[in-house]
């Protein structure tokens, strides 16, 4: 138990003596709850306008958004540095900003654009940084970190030689040699190419299961689609919707997609008649089935077409349709634009 009490990462749960035989059970601990959360700046902008989530201990919590809805500002101010217009943050127990530097060292932070020491060594960046939050890494712990990040053969480089992944990896090196509980990553596969960001999700998913708490903020919805246990979509300073994916697919009533890949001339008319919500792109006619128990009559209509379907599939709706359905954005390449 540590000194403020808020303690391990999953408490026992008991149930009551009397009566009941149940096994105890590990309930996870809200590390992190904020209520009410504002940050205005003058004369009268809201960057955040009224903002609650809160963290489960061991999750990977992302909160998702577009450029400017306030993602870094929220992260900011859990992380002590900006003081917030009003509403509450608590962090591993403690109130922030008033009492952070209770925790701070068990916290691990990521920014937005992270760029490491140029020229440093990747071993000596971690080693220095170490130093910094107090500790003396052994060459042992360095090169664990540089282990668990996929650096390990890079440690000799110096940190301007390193590409725009690598850079990312080190600084998370750099966090993970602080031996944090919760972890904030602010934007951490922006500007990867895909490779990079997948080597980067697996990472981040290593870290889950060693029963870090990770915060993630992102614009790619399946990074978060991918990756988080809990899904917080943030636009222009509030919070519209959140709760797991599947919760969030469900609620948006976003159902299924029937796919039709390479279907004949024609088969596009036929579908507009039948009037189910589609669209049509390259090679194929994805159709909208909101309510999954009209799946197979859909495809039961569509069937009974005198036109060739081609190859028929269906998949569950995704995290984009909801994004798309609740603020009217777009994506591009993948990335959300409101
Ligand atoms: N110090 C500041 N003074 C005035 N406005 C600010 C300040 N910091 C941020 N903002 C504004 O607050 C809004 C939210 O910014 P924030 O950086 O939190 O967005 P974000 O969701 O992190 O965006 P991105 O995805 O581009 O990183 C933006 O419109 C930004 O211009
Ligand atoms: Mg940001």
């Not at 540089?146 to 480089?157: E, I, N, P």
């Amino acid at each position: 138990m540590h000194a403020d009490g808020i303690g391990p990462l999953h408490r026992t749960y008991a149930p009551p003596k009397y009566g009941s035989n149940l096994p105890t059970r590990v309930m996870p601990a809200t590390v992190v709850e904020v209520h009410g959360l504002k940050k205005h700046y003058p004369p009268d902008f809201k960057a955040v306008d009224g903002v609650d989530f809160r963290i489960l201990g061991g999750e990977v919590f992302s909160l998702l958004g577009p450029n400017g809805a306030g993602k870094t500002t929220t992260v900011e101010v859990m992380e002590g540095l900006r003081d917030p217009t009003g509403g509450e943050v608590r962090v591993l127990g403690a109130s922030v900003p008033r009492d952070y530097d209770r925790v701070r060292k068990r916290v691990g932070v990521l920014p937005q654009n992270f760029d490491p020491f140029d020229r440093l060594k990747v071993s000596e960046t971690v080693t220095y940084w170490a130093a910094l939050f107090e500790r003396t890494a052994t060459k042992k712990e360095v090169k664990g970190v540089l282990d668990t990040v996929g650096l390990a053969h890079r440690t000799d480089a110096l940190a301007m030689h390193l590409s725009g992944g690598e850079k990312r990896r080190l600084g998370i090196a750099m966090v993970l040699v602080g031996e944090p509980e919760l972890i904030f990553l602010d934007e951490p596969t922006t500007g990867l190419d895909p490779h990079g960001r997948r080597e980067l999700w697996s990472v981040i998913r290593d870290l889950r299961k060693e029963g870090k708490t990770v915060f993630l903020t992102t614009h790619y919805l399946d990074e978060a689609e991918h990756l988080s246990d809990h899904v917080a979509v943030m636009h222009k300073g509030k919070i519209i919707a959140q709760g797991t994916v599947d919760e969030l697919l469900e609620k948006a009533g976003a159902g299924r997609e029937i796919v039709l890949s390479r279907p004949g001339p024609g088969t596009w008319e036929a579908v507009q008649r039948l009037g189910l919500p589609g669209r049509q792109e390259n090679h194929g006619i994805t159709i909208q089935v909101k309510e999954v128990g009209r799946l197979r009559a859909v495809l039961g209509d569509l069937t009974a077409l005198d036109v060739d379907l081609g190859e028929i599939s269906t998949r569950r709706a995704s995290l984009e349709e909801v994004f798309l359905q609740l603020v009217g954005g777009r994506l591009e390449e993948g990335e959300l634009r409101a």
